[in-house]
């Protein structure tokens, strides 16, 4: 009687112990998932912070001529320039002549220029006559002229004679020429007749282009 009861016993003892092994192994199969899922988040933060990365990069910096490079360089002013005026082939029209303003960089280095030269009449004593050149529209644009290299802008003038005798015809020497920026001229010789009326302007000036 007493091994029955014994044996009777023992077998929901088995029974319970193989219960709480596959519990253990369940529980242990249930952590996969929130393992898995703690990786994925990982993966999808990866390329979040990639993405950051790339958005706060330093810009490589400019080097054409309309960007940091100019704005680095010396400014072309009249002691490494020269200047010239050309008259443009068949430039004659209603009553104006078109020409040619020619700047030229004369010096060891390269410097930067851009917009609106000066331009202004002046006599044999280097007295200013009349207006100084008006403006033609146009967008100025950043240049950089290395050593022996031009930049030239157009030049109308207008014909005094068109004035009559609102005009005050005044004989001229030579042009000023200021290039951008700069309060030095340059002397080009340029025998013309003026008008000493400041209100008519004889001369308007374009911007300077790369030549």
Do not use: K, W
């Not at 030239?152 to 000023?176: M, P, V």
């Not at 951008?180 to 374009?206: F, M, Q, W």
């Amino acid at each position: 009687m007493t091994s029955r009861t014994t044996r009777s016993t023992a077998v929901p003892l088995l029974a319970l112990a193989a219960l709480l092994a596959l519990s253990a192994c369940g529980g242990s199969g249930g952590d996969s998932p929130d393992a898995e899922a703690s990786t994925a988040a990982s993966g999808t933060a990866s390329p979040s912070a990639e993405g950051s990365a790339a958005a706060t990069a330093p810009a490589p910096s400019a080097t054409s001529p309309g960007g940091d490079t100019a704005a680095a360089m010396p400014r072309c002013t009249a002691d490494l320039l020269s200047a010239a005026v050309e008259t443009q082939p068949g430039g004659g029209a209603a009553g104006s002549v078109y020409r040619t303003l020619v700047l030229t960089n004369d010096s060891s280095t390269a410097c930067a220029t851009g917009g609106y030269p000066g331009v202004s009449y002046v006599d044999a004593a280097g007295s200013q006559v009349g207006a100084p050149a008006a403006r033609a529209e146009g967008e100025a644009v950043p240049l950089v002229l290395e050593p022996g290299r031009q930049a030239a802008a157009e030049l109308r003038e207008t014909r005094a004679q068109n004035y009559g005798d609102e005009c005050a015809a005044a004989d001229t020497a030579a042009l000023l020429v200021y290039p951008p920026d700069d309060t030095a001229s340059l002397r080009v010789e340029h025998p013309s007749l003026g008008c000493g009326n400041e209100e008519i302007e004889l001369l308007s000036v374009g911007v300077l282009q790369q030549r």
